[in-house]
């Protein structure tokens, strides 16, 4: 569904990505990972273009994505940040509800009835008319998750969805992120949840030096490592 | 017990036929002559009419002029650097020029040249007045709704532009409705400079407050009366709008903790 072919990027002279090749299909759950600094969330905001890629291509559904049409694009890959990113002025309902809306996907009304839905699910339908800085982390990343569920996304990034939070507000989003990908929901996680990864993910990526290292399913990716540099990573990690 | 009118004709009589006044009769014959002769302080009050009337106009211009142009130099700031729209870069250098020439002359200047150049044929002395005021503030107002845009955390245009929404809705149902919080302060600042800055008018004609005091003084041929009535008016303006920002700052504050 989304093929990279030889993805670059630099900042200022900062070589990041030399060339990412990858190809994600749909229903995978791909788990990111690699040490600090290595690209991760460099990729992952080449796809949507949140970063500009310098050289390379991304497409989504054999269409190459450009300036053009990233608008539309964006509407099918929503994006999850670290620090929720939560829309601090609007109430939780008209978090989620803003963009389909605004986007003409559906009335108000329709946008209400699927936004309370959605909370429902994830058990926060009395938050709808709280403001995001009366709820706990793990609450708004929930219902960042949710916001962007709302626009019925083909594929879901997330870029650390759990660093920012409590230790004990961990367990609540993963448990979320584990539902949608047994809904059958396409991932792109950059995670240190090696936890995570070998539960929930097929393919758990190794990205290092600028490039993609290891792309394996999980129970091989953790069980004998033959990259030396993942080997290092993992003893470091787990 | 004479009414103040008939202690005035005395006395003003006597200091006129070259008697000596005290202190007090004095001050009373000055002060007398400043606010309460032929119902001047009328004149006044109609400066203060005019002052608030300009200073609000020139706000409003401000606001427009200033909005515009911030907005037009953080698009283009935020632009990609391989999808420089040139349209935009053009529009964007005339902002620059624009504020640039405008911070960088006096504001006295700028009031002669639109009064005496720009609009020398035009009789409405107030309306150039209010008009260059506003021309002046929306290079200051512009730099401070740029700021407040600058203060908004980048990860809400992020954010927006993630769920598809394009750079003018994200900008307009998530970035400013956030900027306004630190903008309207500010903004309130601006508006204090500005009401101060309305007696600058008079240089060119303008009929506001200061005019109104001069209008006195050319009659009387006494200065101290009306331009200490004048600064004690501008204090108390001050001080009720200070007071009022300062309501408003707190309600902005307590949105903030909900
Ligand atoms: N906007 C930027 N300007 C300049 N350098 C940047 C920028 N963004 C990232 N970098 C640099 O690019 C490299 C990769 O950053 P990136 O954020 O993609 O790493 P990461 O793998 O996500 O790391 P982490 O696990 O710490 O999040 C880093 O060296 C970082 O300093
Ligand atoms: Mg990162």
Redesign the pocket.
Do not use: A, H, M, R
């Given at each position: 569904m989304i093929v990279v072919k030889d993805l670059k990027k630099q900042?200022?002279g900062?070589q990041?990505l030399k060339g990412v090749n990858l190809t994600i299909n749909k229903g995978d759950v791909v788990c990111l990972v690699?040490p600090?600094?290595?690209?991760?969330?460099?990729?992952l905001r080449c796809l949507n273009r949140l970063e500009e890629p310098d050289g390379g291509t991304v497409t989504l559904d054999g269409k190459e994505i450009t300036e053009k049409d990233i608008d539309a694009v964006r509407a099918k890959m929503g994006m999850v940040f670290q620090h929720f990113n939560l829309f601090p002025h609007l109430t939780v309902r008209k978090n989620i509800t803003l963009a389909p809306v605004k986007l003409k996907r559906m009335s108000q009304k329709e946008a209400d009835q699927t936004a309370l839905k959605l909370l429902e699910r994830i058990g926060l339908a009395d938050k709808a008319d709280s403001y995001p800085n009366m709820l706990s982390g793990g609450q708004k990343q929930r219902i960042a998750i949710v916001r962007a569920l709302a626009m019925n996304p083909e594929v879901l990034l997330f870029d650390?969805p759990t660093s920012a939070l409590d230790p004990e507000m961990v367990g609540e989003v993963l448990e979320l992120m584990k539902e949608l990908a047994h809904s059958g929901m396409t991932m792109v996680v950059?995670t240190h949840e090696m936890g995570f990864a070998r539960e929930v993910a097929n393919r758990v990526i190794f990205i290092d030096e600028g490039k993609v290292q290891v792309d394996k399913p999980p129970q091989e990716f953790f069980k004998d490592p033959e990259n030396p540099r993942l080997k290092a990573f993992l003893s470091k990690v787990l | 017990m004479a009414s103040l009118a008939e202690q005035f004709e005395v006395l003003s009589g006597l200091a006129k036929s070259g008697a000596h006044l005290s202190f007090g009769q004095d001050f009373f014959v000055k002060f007398y002559q400043a606010f309460l002769l032929s119902n001047r302080w009328q004149q006044y009050i109609e400066g203060v009419g005019t002052t608030l009337v300009v200073t609000a106009i020139a706000l409003i211009i401000g606001v427009i002029l200033g909005g515009v142009v911030a907005l037009v130099r953080t698009a283009h700031d935020q632009q990609r650097h391989s999808h420089r729209n040139f349209l935009l870069g053009v529009v964007n250098q005339i902002c620059k020029i624009y504020t640039t020439v405008i911070r960088g002359t006096p504001m006295m200047v700028q009031l002669l040249i639109m009064g005496m150049v720009v609009f020398a044929s035009s009789r409405n002395f107030t309306v150039v007045g209010a008009l260059t005021l506003g021309i002046n503030s929306g290079a200051y107002v512009s730099e401070i709704i740029r700021g407040g845009l600058m203060g908004v955390d980048p990860g809400q245009m992020e954010a927006g532009r993630s769920l598809g929404l394009n750079y003018m809705t994200t900008m307009v149902t998530i970035v400013i409705p956030q900027a306004v919080k630190s903008i309207l302060p500010a903004l309130g600042n601006e508006f204090i400079i500005l009401l101060k800055d309305t007696s600058l008018i008079t240089v060119i004609g303008g009929k506001e407050l200061l005019y109104a005091a001069q209008g006195v003084m050319n009659r009387t041929y006494e200065a101290m009366f009306p331009l200490l009535g004048t600064a004690v008016i501008y204090l108390i303006l001050v001080m009720i709008f200070t007071w009022l920002l300062g309501k408003l700052e707190g309600r902005l504050r307590q949105s903030d903790r909900r």
């Open positions: 900042y200022n900062l990041v690699g600090s600094g290595c690209g991760k969330s460099t990729f650390e950059v | -």
